[in-house]
């Protein structure tokens, strides 16, 4: 049986990069006086992208990509939805955008052999 190529020590990888990237714009953005963090979900979503490519080489960047962007959008539109509303909601937002990876394109990905099925979950 062919054995699905899936590198889960590039997720630990990412989650590093975006840790990083995440205190040197912080870091830039105190010290100069610029805000410069209002760029992190564009850098983010290019570290990602990148980190789900080399994790699951099968996964099409163009599949990566929307799945970048469909929990940006996700992030966003629950941010402006229910910022005024209440703190609660915020787990609703991170519960929304997992159930959006893990069954919406989780599901997609191992049906399709981009990953394993072992890897999909929460």
Known sequence: MDQIPFNPK??????????????LVAYQSFSTGIEVYKYLPYIWGAVVTVGIKFTAPRVPFSEAI??????LALNFLCGFLFSAVSPF????EGAAIEALCVLGFGARWVRKGYIPP?????
Request: some cysteine; proline content about 0%; glycine content about 6%.
């Open 10 to 23: 590039v997720i630990q990888l990412t989650a590093g990069a975006i840790g990083l990237s995440a205190a």
């Open 66 to 71: 929307l799945c970048i962007v469909s929990a």
């Open 89 to 92: 909601f915020y787990f609703v």
């Open 118 to 122: 072992w890897a999909n979950r929460w």
